[in-house]
């Protein structure tokens, strides 16, 4: 899109204010509001803010960034609409003061990691999977778990109590130029899934953020509150963030798909694999970055818990799912929608990229159904786990070699040194849980 399309547009629907969006490390979805009369400035990478503001950026003496539009995120908001008016957004990058892009923001970090990947001859292709419980609000318009509905895996209406809403979220996507492919209720009651085409690694995080701000807008607007949260209630499955991933070569053929590979699988495809699973226990704290995910990443719930992959087998933490040719790709399950997906990206990039450098051997795959195997089986197997919670994955992504060059030295430092702060207020709080097995009988 150009600036003139925009500008445009801007005039046809009588677009009166202006939203320019960034996101700092943590994944969280920031914003400067601006009216008519400054579009134009804005347009021209000329509004200015303090980055000493957002957690993550800079320091109060080095303050002053800029917000760089990338004018294809350019997009008017369907449901803010008022008297005749209406409000666009625009996606930005975070620059420094001097005109350089600022090290420690997310989407310019996958910018650089992206840039790697075509300099060894490969773009990178995502589509995610977030699922998202829907649940009602108290009298005082405070969330609660209590959920409106009793539907489970596909179930329809009059079960499904979130249908209305759900397709008021798919309606508004298409309206901001998704293109939906298929909704339904998940597994859970109250539990909810909405799937988009797979796109670029660039437009597919930006297309995972507005996903999440969209429904928890338009949950709003039918008077429930939307969770990303990747375990809100105990005993039932948790929201995850299946992440479907694939390389093409320069010339726009799948470089993952080979026609007479084992499975019809490439070289490079097996290499990535072997990345990823090497890797994996060292980005997970990127992918599942809070002290909850980890209440998610246990046996029984679907959740891959084991570093392992498979063709069919939905126990492990890469799937290779059925589709060949074009569709040829690799389906990471372990990611939560709490992630910052620009960083999540990243990091699962240039962990293949380290198989396909390395020319890493993919492990034998798994068939078997790994949550019914025997601790003696997953050993000889060489099965390994995650980490069991975010203090262990923190420490394997510090240790990890890779992580600081995927992340860049600004984002690694900021991000471990919020994470182990999570973690130590999370260590130090005294729960409900303690109160009830404790308080009375000591």
């Known amino acids: 899109m150009t600036r003139e399309e925009i500008m445009k547009i801007i005039e046809e629907q009588n677009v009166h204010f202006f939203r320019l969006q960034f996101v700092d490390i943590f994944g969280f979805m920031k914003n400067i509001a601006i009216p008519l009369s400054q579009i134009e400035k804005a347009l021209d990478g000329q509004i200015m803010f303090d980055g000493s503001s957002i957690d993550g950026f800079v320091r109060i003496n080095e303050s002053d960034m800029y917000l760089k539009p990338d004018y294809n995120t350019f997009c008017v908001l369907p449901w803010r609409e008022q008297d005749g008016t209406n409000a666009a957004r625009i996606i930005c990058d975070v620059y420094k003061s001097d005109g350089t892009p600022f090290e420690g923001c997310p989407r310019n970090n996958l910018k650089r990691v992206l840039a790697e990947a075509k300099d060894m001859g490969f773009t990178m292709n995502v589509g995610t999977e977030a699922e998202f419980f829907l649940f009602e609000k108290d009298e005082m318009g405070e969330a609660t778990t209590i959920t409106h509905d009793v539907a489970g895996y596909f179930d329809v209406d009059p079960d499904d109590c979130g249908i209305n809403c759900r397709r008021e979220i798919i309606e508004t996507l298409e309206a901001m130029g998704f293109e939906i492919e298929a909704s339904h209720h998940e597994v859970a009651e109250g539990q909810h899934e909405v799937n988009f085409k797979y796109a670029d690694a660039l437009t597919a995080a930006d297309n995972t953020l507005t996903f999440k701000w969209v429904v928890r807008s338009i949950a709003a607007r039918h008077g429930l509150h939307a969770t ?51 890797n994996a226990k060292g980005f997970v704290a990127v992918t599942n970055p809070l002290v909850n995910s980890y209440k998610r990443l246990v046996p029984g719930y679907e959740a891959p818990v084991y570093v392992a992959w498979s063709a069919s087998n939905r ?8 589709s060949r040719g074009m569709g040829t790709r690799t389906e990471v399950r372990c990611p939560d929608p709490t992630c910052n997906p620009y960083l999540a990206f990243a990091m699962m990039l240039a962990s293949g990229l380290d198989g396909v450098k390395n020319k890493l051997q993919a492990p034998d795959s798994v068939d078997q159904d790994i949550f019914k195997m ?10 390994q786990s995650l980490p069991a919670n975010l203090e262990e994955a923190i420490n394997e992504l510090k240790a990890n070699p890779i992580a600081k060059e995927a992340l860049g ?5 900021k991000y471990v ?10 260590r130090t709080a005294v729960t409900d849980w303690e109160l009830e097995n404790y308080l009375d009988n000591y």
């Open 228 to 278: 990303f949260m990747p375990k809100p209630v105990f005993g039932i499955n948790g929201s995850g963030m299946h992440t479907n991933q694939s390389l093409f070569n320069l010339d726009g053929t799948n470089a993952f798909f080979d026609e007479n590979g084992p499975l019809q699988l490439s070289e490079t495809c097996y290499h990535y694999i072997a990345g990823i699973a090497k």
């Open 315 to 322: 126990s492990a933490l890469i799937r290779i799912p059925a």
């Open 374 to 383: 025997t601790a003696a089986e997953k050993e000889a197997a060489g099965i």
């Open 409 to 413: 030295e600004h984002i690694f430092a």
């Open 417 to 426: 040194e919020g994470k182990e702060k999570e973690w130590d207020n999370y």
